[in-house]
């Protein structure tokens, strides 16, 4: 007997007046199974640039977006977010975000790596068709470990103080990480419920940690060490 393919995933977005609300009604669930939620960040953004740097109200869009992603039945993706990286208020909100997604466990996307319409929100200064320089300070902070794929359930992230660790539930084996160059150039050292774990390097800018209990703990490698 053939078997039916599995369906691809898809990503969908709710109505974009949640980027204003912070929050959209659910009243019937996303009927795909392979679906994943996939909505915008821009709490304040638009309407003051986040000049009021509102921590409380980003934290909370953020928890309605995974209340959302619950009831369709579906993992969390922040298909968007952003602000202008050239605005203090703008950098403070990107690291806000990323902070309250790796609370929420969620991944996500930022708007938007160039373009040339606006020219302030890229990685890049807008030249025209032309590629203009990276903007160091915002390619800093997007610049990040994360856990690309763990061995068991992945329980919680937090980056501090240039420090990422993750808890794990079910560990057994190895689990993948991405290492940004940019930031952690000479690469990482890893902890497995404190104790030293083994790291390989498994592509240019992953490593492999060997960890069969629940706490992995990355720190940036000193170089000749």
């Not at 974009?16 to 609300?21: A, D, E, V």
């Not at 740097?53 to 953020?62: F, H, I, K, Q, Y």
Request: charged residues 20%.
């Amino acid at each position: 007997m053939r078997r039916a393919a599995p369906a691809l995933p898809v990503a969908f977005e709710p109505d974009s007046l949640r980027n204003l609300q912070d929050s959209a009604r659910v009243d019937k669930a996303f009927a795909y199974p392979n679906a994943i939620y996939a909505p915008h960040v821009y709490t304040q953004v638009f309407q003051d640039g986040w000049q009021t740097e509102d921590v409380a109200s980003l934290r909370a869009s953020v928890d309605n977006a995974v209340e959302e992603a619950r009831a369709h039945g579906a993992p969390l993706l922040v298909g968007e977010f952003g602000a202008s990286p050239t605005d203090p208020h703008g950098l403070r909100f990107t690291k806000e975000a990323l902070a309250a997604f790796d609370g929420a466990r969620a991944s996500w996307a930022f708007w938007v790596y160039e373009e040339g319409t606006q020219g302030a929100w890229g990685l890049y200064d807008a030249m025209g068709d032309a590629r203009g320089a990276l903007r160091d300070p915002i390619a800093d902070v997007l610049a990040r470990p994360f856990p690309e794929a763990v061995s068991g359930r992945l329980e919680s992230i937090a980056l501090d103080d240039g420090a990422l660790t993750v808890r794990i539930a079910g560990a057994h084996g190895t689990h993948r990480f991405s290492v940004p160059r940019r930031i952690w150039s000479a690469g990482a050292t890893a902890t497995c419920d404190g104790t030293p774990a083994k790291v390989t390097a498994a592509a240019p800018g992953r490593i492999d940690v060997e960890c069969t209990g629940s706490v992995i703990v990355l720190s940036r490698a000193r170089r000749g060490a």
